[in-house]
């Protein structure tokens, strides 16, 4: 069974950084597409990054690219959010997710396309 344990978050203020961390347990993660996703107070859930295992390949939207990196150690099996820049609307509970068989598709962007979830990590950042 795939387990999925965020780690990471804080309160920091505006312009701050944090760095989030997912360590992934029970499959060889080869052929997996790790995402991370954030959740604010009454909105759904929207993606944030993803990355590839295999190939290191990634994707961001468009509201983080440029302060956001996704990253993965294949030795610790862990995948990192480094979040820089910090504004408010960044505040959010954060999520790890992950999907296996991504090697053909394009890293996916919806979160019914990811089979497993962390528990998330509180990130708030005040003005």
């Known amino acids: 069974q795939v387990q999925l344990v965020e780690s990471g978050g804080g309160l920091v203020q505006a312009g701050d950084s944090l760095r989030l961390s997912c360590a992934a347990s029970?499959?060889?993660?080869?052929?997996?597409?790790m995402a991370w996703f954030r959740q604010a107070p009454g909105k759904e859930r929207e993606f944030v990054a993803a990355?590839?295992?295999?190939?290191?390949?990634?994707r961001y939207a468009d509201s983080v690219k440029g302060r956001f990196t996704i990253s993965r150690h294949n030795a610790r099996n862990t995948v990192y959010l480094q979040l820089n820049s910090l504004t408010p609307e960044d505040t959010a509970v954060y999520y790890c997710?992950?999907?296996?068989?991504?090697?053909?598709?394009?890293?996916?962007?919806?979160?019914?396309?990811?089979?497993?979830w962390g528990q998330g990590t509180q990130v708030t950042v005040s003005s």
């Open positions: 029970g499959r060889t993660f080869s052929n997996y597409g």
């Open positions: 997710a992950a999907r296996a068989n991504v090697v053909a598709m394009t890293l996916p962007t919806m979160t019914s396309l990811y089979d497993y």
């Open positions: 990355i590839r295992w295999s190939s290191g390949s990634t």
